[in-house]
């Protein structure tokens, strides 16, 4: 069975800054997808990024980019120049490339911004 | 385009009580996803439908859960009898059934309170 880990409960950052959140996977599968989501007090899970395992280059979405390390099973997030709104818990999450695709989640990263 | 609609978005029973939740997924989506979302924890999968056939159920409790999704549109997820350890937010999640990194559109959740 996938498992990811998160091992970061929390992290804080000033505004502005940068921060990095870690995400660890391990599986059998050559073929799948790893993804990060953002979830607001609201509970409204948001896709932030996502990563194509056949992928070396890393994906790219505007302040936010991953960090694949395929070999060593790894998936961080970088968040530059952070802002107020990115405040939330993170979520890294990985998708087999079969018929059955369910989300597997980490425990998630509490990400506190402060001004 | 309409997001993911559940109902209701908060619930109270007794333990040994029944209970119902409902999803409309976004129209068009061959695809929907029950999570169960405990406090502190990343969502866990319950079952995947695509269209109404069952894809994966292997983490759904069966003696107490069931959920159906009879028509290949909205769907439906019940607990009889609760128990104290139900209490979660319920999220459903729905994905187009083309491109192979279809994104899942989560909805608000149903917060459970089993007491």
């Known amino acids: 069975a996938q498992t990811v880990t998160q091992s970061q409960p929390e992290m804080s950052v000033q505004e502005a800054e940068t921060v990095t959140l870690s995400c660890t996977y391990d599986?059998?599968?050559?073929?799948?997808?790893l993804f990060w989501y953002k979830q607001p007090p609201s509970r409204q899970m948001i896709l932030v990024i996502r990563q194509e395992a056949y992928k070396q280059q890393n994906a790219t979405e505007n302040r936010f980019s991953v960090n694949f390390q395929k070999a060593a099973k790894s998936f961080s997030l970088k968040i530059s120049d952070s802002q107020l709104g990115d405040a939330a818990m993170y979520f890294c999450a990985y998708r087999a490339g079969g018929g059955a695709d369910g989300l597997t989640f980490g425990k998630g990263t509490h990400l506190i911004i402060q001004p | 385009e309409a997001g993911v609609a559940q109902s209701p978005r908060y619930k109270i029973i007794e333990k040994r009580q029944s209970v119902a939740f409902w999803c409309n997924p976004i129209s068009g989506h061959a695809t929907l996803y029950w999570y169960q979302q405990i406090l502190g924890q990343g969502p866990k999968l319950l079952i995947q439908?695509?269209?109404?056939?069952?894809?994966?159920d292997s983490q759904l409790p069966k003696d107490r859960f069931s959920a159906e999704r009879l028509k290949g549109v909205d769907s439906t997820l019940k607990i009889q009898p609760a128990k104290l350890e139900d209490s979660a937010v319920y999220l459903c999640?729905?994905?187009?059934?083309?491109?192979?990194?279809?994104?899942?559109?989560f909805g608000p959740g149903t917060r459970l309170t089993v007491t």
């Open positions: 999640a729905s994905r187009p059934s083309w491109g192979l990194l279809g994104e899942q559109y």
């Open positions: 439908f695509q269209n109404n056939g069952v894809v994966d």
């Open positions: 599986t059998s599968e050559s073929d799948y997808y």
